[in-house]
C-alpha cells in the first residue's frame, strides 16, 4: 500500500483551543467576588439592623445568628447529618428512577404514552398535600422523606435525561449500526455519552428540589433533621437558631449542587456543550 | 468476531477489488395516513466491482433513501439489493458510509473517533491504530490526532469521517453528499483527494451529490435520478482519462458529458428556461 504518495494537506488553519489556566484563573476571581459580596451584604444587614434596633425575634443581626451558630453547633450538626442522609438517598433514588423513566419512554413508545401523562400528573399534586399520607402508610422514619424528596426531584430528571437521549443524531446511530453495533453498544457509546449535559441540567435542578424535599417531608412528621429543628425554634421564637439553620440548610444545598456539577466535569459527554457553544459563537449552527 | 482478514485487510500489496452491487426492481414506498408516498420507483441497475458511480438529481429525489437501503439501514419495500452475491436485510458492515455531515463524537478526538469503528466491530486496536495514523497523515490530519472536533475546520472533521470510513478496508464505500456542506474551494481539494485514495484501494464507491460537476469529475459512471419517486432516468459513461484534474473540467468532452446531463434535466422539467 503506497500510502506515503498521498500527502495532502488542508488548506485551512485550524482555530486554536482555549487555554486552561486561564479558566482557572476566572474561577478564582470569580469565587473572590462572592466573598467579597457576601460579606459586604453581612456587614451591611448588621449595621442597618443596629441603626433601626429591630427586634431579635423578628430579624436577628448576623452577630446575634453567629452567636447561636456556636452555641447550638451540636445540635445543628446532628440534625444536619439527618437531613443530608434524606437528601442524598432522595437524590440517588430520583436521580437513578428519573433515568430509567427516561430510558423506558425515549425506547418504548407505547409506555411512554401511559407514563408522561402520569408523570405530569403527578407535578401537579402539591407534594406537602400528601406528604400526611405518606407519614400513615410508612411512619416518621426515613423512608417517608425519601418519598417526597424523589416525587419533588425525578420530574426534572425525566424530562431532561428524555431530551438528552431523544437528541442524538439520527446519523451518527445509523452510522455504529454499519459498524455492527449492538443496541447496548449503541447506547452507551453514542445516546448516554451524548445526553450527559442533558442529564446534568436535570441533575442540577433536582439537587437543589431535593433539599427543598427533606424539609417538606421533616415539617409534615420528623423526629429529627433541620426541618424539625426549624419548627421547634419557630415554636421557641428562637429565631437566630432559624436563621442558623436556614443558613446550614443553604450551605449544604450549595455544597451538594457543586459536588453534582464536579462530577459533570469529570463525565466525557460534557464536551458536547463545549462544542455546541463553540460553533453558536462561531454562527456555523 | 470478525478477523481483519474477512474484511479484506491486507498488511500489503494491492488491495483486492470491491464489491458489486445489483438492484432489481428496488422500491420504496413510505405509509402514512393519507396514504403512501412512493420514494424509489422500480430501480433496477448494477455497480460493478470497484466501480465509482454517482447518484444524480434534484434534491429530496430519493437518491439518499436509495443509498440508506444500499447500506441496509432502510428496508427495501419490493424488490431486491444484492451486495456481492448477499442478499440485503439488515444494516451491511463491510462498508464504509460518509454523510454530509462529519457525524464525529464531540467527546472523542480525531484519534479516537477514527477508532469508534475498530471497537464497535471489536477488531484488535492495537493493529489497527498505526493504519489510523497513517490514513490519518495521508488526509493531512497528521498532528491533529489529539485534536477534538470542535477544534478542526469542516473540511478536516469530513477528512476524519473519510478516514473513518476507510480504517477498516471496506470493499464499499458509500457517500452521502459528503462535500455538500463545504466551501467550493475545500470541495475541489477534496474531490482530488477522493480521487488520489479511491485509484489507490479502487473500492465500489455509490456517491450521491447534486452537483453535476462534481459527479463526472469522480466517476466511472452517473446515474442520473427523476424527481421523486426515483428511477434511473439515464445512464452517462464518463470516459474521461484517470487521475483527472481539475482543468479537465473545462475540457470539451467533460462539457458535453454536463450538457447531456442537464437536458435530461430539462426534458424532466427538473430545469427550466
Known amino acids: 500500500m503506497n500510502r506515503s504518495q498521498t500527502t495532502l494537506e488542508p488548506h485551512e488553519a485550524p482555530p486554536r483551543p482555549p487555554s486552561r489556566p486561564r479558566r482557572r484563573r476566572r474561577s478564582l476571581r470569580v469565587l473572590i467576588e462572592i466573598v467579597v459580596a457576601l460579606t459586604v451584604l453581612t456587614a451591611a444587614a448588621e449595621v442597618i439592623l443596629r441603626i433601626m434596633e429591630v ?231 | 468476531m470478525e478477523s481483519a482478514e474477512a474484511i479484506g485487510l491486507k498488511d500489503g500489496g494491492a488491495h483486492a477489488a470491491g464489491i458489486p452491487i445489483t438492484y432489481r426492481g428496488v422500491t420504496k414506498t413510505y405509509g402514512s395516513e393519507e396514504g403512501s408516498v412512493t420514494a424509489v420507483q422500480d430501480v433496477s441497475a448494477e455497480v460493478g466491482a470497484a466501480e465509482f458511480v454517482s447518484l444524480v438529481g434534484p434534491s429530496g429525489c430519493g437518491k439518499t433513501t436509495l443509498l440508506m437501503m444500499t447500506a441496509g439501514l432502510k428496508p427495501v419495500s419490493r424488490g431486491e439489493i444484492l451486495v456481492g452475491d448477499r442478499r440485503v436485510q439488515g444494516p451491511q458492515t463491510d462498508c464504509g458510509i460518509v454523510f454530509q455531515d462529519p457525524t464525529l463524537l464531540p467527546w472523542r478526538n480525531v484519534l479516537d473517533n477514527v477508532m469508534l469503528q475498530i471497537e464497535i466491530r471489536r477488531l484488535d486496536k492495537e493493529r489497527f491504530r498505526p493504519r489510523a495514523l497513517s490514513l490519518l497523515e495521508s488526509a493531512g490530519l497528521a498532528g491533529f490526532e489529539g485534536s477534538h472536533p470542535h477544534e478542526l475546520s469542516g473540511g478536516m472533521r469530513q477528512r476524519v469521517s473519510l478516514v473513518r470510513a476507510l480504517i477498516h478496508e471496506p470493499q464499499l464505500l458509500l457517500m452521502d453528499e459528503p462535500f455538500g456542506a463545504l466551501d467550493a474551494i475545500t470541495r475541489d481539494q477534496m474531490n482530488i483527494d477522493i480521487q488520489k485514495l479511491w485509484l489507490e484501494r479502487r473500492q465500489t464507491v455509490l456517491f450521491v451529490t447534486h452537483s453535476v460537476s462534481e459527479a463526472i469529475f469522480l466517476s466511472d459512471r452517473v446515474l442520473v435520478i427523476s424527481p421523486r419517486p426515483a428511477r434511473v432516468d439515464k445512464e452517462i459513461v464518463v470516459d474521461l482519462r484517470r487521475p483527472r484534474t481539475l482543468a479537465d473540467r473545462e475540457s470539451p468532452r467533460f462539457g458535453e458529458l454536463v450538457r447531456e446531463i442537464r437536458e435530461v434535466f430539462l426534458s424532466r422539467g427538473v430545469l427550466k428556461q
Do not use: C
Request: proline content about 5%.
Open chain 1, 55 to 285: 427586634k431579635t425575634f423578628l430579624v436577628p443581626k448576623p452577630t446575634t445568628v453567629a452567636q447561636s451558630f456556636a452555641d447550638n453547633w451540636y445540635v445543628l450538626w446532628t440534625n444536619s447529618l439527618v437531613t443530608l442522609k434524606e437528601v442524598v438517598l432522595g437524590f440517588l433514588v430520583a436521580a437513578s428512577g428519573g433515568f430509567l423513566l427516561a430510558v423506558v419512554i425515549v425506547y418504548i413508545p407505547v409506555l411512554s404514552r401511559i407514563l408522561y401523562p402520569l408523570i405530569v400528573a403527578s407535578q401537579t399534586i402539591p407534594k406537602i398535600a400528601i406528604a400526611p399520607l405518606l407519614i400513615v402508610w410508612f411512619g416518621f422514619g426515613l423512608t417517608p422523606k425519601i418519598i417526597v424528596v424523589f416525587l419533588i426531584a425525578f420530574f426534572p430528571v425525566v424530562i431532561a435525561s428524555t431530551v438528552g437521549l431523544r437528541a442524538v443524531d439520527e446519523n451518527m446511530l445509523h452510522l455504529v449500526r454499519s459498524m455492527g453495533a449492538s443496541g447496548l453498544q449503541a447506547f452507551h457509546k453514542v445516546r448516554l455519552v451524548n445526553a450527559v449535559p442533558s442529564i446534568f441540567s436535570g441533575l442540577k435542578i433536582a439537587i437543589t428540589l431535593a433539599v427543598v424535599g427533606a424539609i417538606v417531608g421533616e415539617f409534615v412528621g420528623a423526629d429529627a433533621g433541620l426541618g424539625y429543628l426549624l419548627l421547634i425554634a419557630n415554636g421557641q421564637l428562637d429565631t437566630p437558631l432559624m436563621f442558623a439553620a436556614v443558613v446550614v440548610l443553604s450551605i449544604m444545598g450549595i455544597v451538594l449542587f457543586g459536588i453534582v456539577s464536579a462530577v459533570e466535569q469529570i463525565t466525557p459527554g460534557h464536551l458536547r456543550d463545549q462544542t455546541a457553544a463553540e460553533e453558536v459563537s462561531a454562527g456555523t449552527l
